[in-house]
């Protein structure tokens, strides 16, 4: 099983960006879907959940302008980022919770992670 992360760039504040992340390989199945960041000398923090239920849960500091969604027959997860701060520049990490054939449970998968700065 693999995840590749995609979508990352430099955008002035106020700015757009879409992250995508698809997992790829023997996958029963896809609980929880992710978004993690970690910033420059700080922790790895959550930023995003989706639920194969779709319901959805967000970090207080990105309520209202970060949307994460998925489709469950690409097995893909998305997360747009709607009016960017720099505060927001990180290295973006998405996540999946996969039952995989060859294992028969369900293990916690990683992208590779990629760079969102936030510039004027």
């Known amino acids: 099983v693999q995840l590749q992360a995609s979508g990352g760039g430099l955008v002035q504040p106020g700015g757009t960006l879409r992250l995508s992340c698809a997992a790829s390989?023997?996958?029963?199945?896809?609980?929880?879907m992710n978004w993690y960041r970690q910033a420059p000398g700080k922790q790895r923090e959550l930023v995003a959940t989706?639920?194969?239920?779709?319901?959805?849960n967000y970090a207080d500091s990105v309520k209202g302008r970060f949307t994460i969604s998925r489709d469950n027959a690409k097995n893909t997860v998305y997360l747009q980022m709607n009016g960017l701060k720099p505060e927001d520049t990180a290295v973006y990490y998405c996540?999946?919770?996969?039952?995989?054939?060859?294992?028969?449970?369900?293990?916690?998968?990683w992208g590779q992670g990629t760079q969102v700065t936030v510039s004027s």
């Open positions: 989706v639920l194969s239920s779709g319901s959805t």
């Open positions: 996540n999946a919770i996969i039952k995989a054939y060859s294992t028969g449970y369900y293990g916690s998968y």
């Open positions: 390989g023997s996958i029963f199945s896809i609980s929880a």
